[in-house]
Antibody
């Protein structure tokens, strides 16, 4: 069974940093792109960042470029999101998800339970 | 355009059919995927590539896509189908996963 389990969220002050992880099981993480999606309280889904199978390609939504860093450790079946210079508007539940691609499209076929990040003074 | 427009809410009686639309410029030329998110839970993929259902998703969930509108249809609606539903498309390059605005489905 495919499972994604996030950990490491919490409360942080504006300007602070936070790092959380996503532990994968039930599949070989090295075969998949992995992504982070967030959802602000009462709002919709927003793609944040993704990373290819060997970590050589990383992409970010404009609002987090230069502040967030996605990484992975295939040997530990884990994906990470390092966040710095956090803003109040970064408050959200952050979901780790597995990407699956076919010839012309990609979708997120498995999601973690999410981790809450609250940025507040 | 990167905007996928969904109706904010859809209400349906048990046993009836709910149709959730996702509008976008020439969306029929793209593959559309749908997610169900029940309160307090993570999203779950219910339809991918316009019409395909992942293993374990009931046949009551079906999708269509043509022109400027994609749709998710839920037949014989049950109370357990309540939640938020999001469409999503993928595009090459920046912001690869674009989500719709979301639709709250209420079972009367």
């Amino acid at each position: 069974e495919v499972q994604l389990v996030e950990s490491g969220g919490g409360l942080v002050q504006p300007g602070g940093s936070l790092r959380f992880s996503c532990a994968a099981s039930g599949f070989s993480i090295s075969n998949f792109w992995m992504t982070w999606v967030r959802q602000a309280p009462g709002k919709g889904l927003e793609w944040v960042a993704n990373i290819n199978q060997d970590g050589s390609e990383k992409y970010y939504v404009d609002s987090v470029k230069g502040r967030f860093t996605i990484s992975r450790d295939n040997a530990k079946s884990s994906v990470f999101l390092q966040m710095k210079s956090l803003r109040v508007e970064d408050t959200a539940i952050y979901y780790c998800a597995r990407e699956t691609y076919n010839w012309n499209s990609g979708y997120l076929d498995h999601w973690g339970q999410g981790v809450l990040v609250t940025v507040s003074s | 355009s990167s905007v996928l427009t969904q109706p904010p809410s859809v209400s349906v009686a048990p046993g009836k059919t709910a149709r959730i639309t996702c509008g976008g410029d020439n969306i029929g030329s793209k593959s559309v995927h749908w997610y169900q998110q029940k309160p307090g839970q993570a999203p779950v993929l219910v339809v991918h590539d316009d019409t395909d259902r992942p293993s374990g998703i009931p046949e009551r969930f079906s999708g269509s896509n043509s022109g400027n509108t994609a749709a998710l249809t839920i037949s014989r609606v049950e109370a357990g189908d309540e939640g938020d539903y999001y469409c999503q498309v993928w595009r090459f390059g920046r912001d690869p996963h674009v989500f719709g605005t979301g639709t709250k489905v209420t079972v009367l």
